[in-house]
């Protein structure tokens, strides 16, 4: 079982470069979500989504998009990198009504930016 | 709305010993909460969660919690550790009726068990 596949594990880049996280899962579930991890501030939102077509923005959004076009995909796009966006990045899934369900994440990716 | 707070940052305990993971959290409707263990360079898991009922709840690895809803607490406790529960544990709580099903994370706590 493939669970929730991102790509890439590992990226580099460059201030102002702009790029796109990718997430996928196999498992139909409704909720996808993305978080990022910083040392010490736990997991924050970024955006999510409770269906394909629908997105809506967590608690640090700026300087990130999302679309949901499938239940399967739910890309993460940084539009000009800041250093301030180094981070670990993980998208997780969710089934049903979501509240009362597991979340299921992937590996993460390593974003450094210089 | 709906927030978590995981006491200590880090928590170091010898092998064999017990251990407490302290998570208190604030919400102003029902709420679910989650443990979450997260291995080196690697995503989270699930350890346990309380949706209802019994306030004991028993997750994998050996690990239990309490919900305390007059203390808003959800402490995570093993009796024995092990070398190889190092890791990162975070608590979450999910609120009932929240728009999107936001699963709110606290800061987490690194449990390092030595020999």
């Known amino acids: 079982n493939a669970g929730v596949t991102q790509t890439p594990k590992f990226q580099v880049l460059k201030t102002g470069q702009s790029m796109t996280l990718q997430c996928a899962q196999d498992m139909n579930h409704e909720y996808m979500s993305w978080y990022r991890q910083d040392p010490g501030m736990g997991l924050r939102l970024i955006h999510y989504?409770?269906?394909?077509?629908?997105?809506d923005q967590g608690e640090v959004p700026n300087g990130y998009n999302v679309s949901r076009s499938t239940t399967e995909d739910f890309p993460l796009r940084l539009l000009s990198a800041a250093p301030s966006q180094t981070s670990v990045y993980f998208c997780?899934?969710?089934?049903?009504?979501?509240?009362?369900?597991?979340?299921?994440f992937g590996q993460g990716t390593r974003l450094t930016v210089v | 709305a709906q927030s978590v707070t995981q006491l200590d940052s880090q928590v170091p305990v010898f092998e064999e010993a017990p251990v407490e993971l302290r998570c208190n959290y604030s919400s102003s409707v029902s709420v679910y909460l989650f443990w979450y263990v997260q291995y080196p360079n690697q995503g989270l898991q699930l350890l346990l969660k309380y949706l209802s009922g019994s306030t004991l709840v028993k997750g994998i690895n050996g690990f239990e919690a309490e919900f305390n809803k007059s203390q808003t607490s959800f402490h995570l406790r093993k009796p024995s550790v092990h070398i190889s529960d190092t890791a990162e544990y975070f608590c979450a709580v999910s609120e009932e009726g929240a728009s999107g099903s936001r699963l709110t994370f606290g800061e987490g706590t690194q449990l390092t068990v030595n020999p």
């Open positions: 989504s409770v269906g394909a077509g629908i997105t």
């Open positions: 997780a899934s969710r089934d049903g009504q979501g509240y009362y369900a597991e979340a299921f």
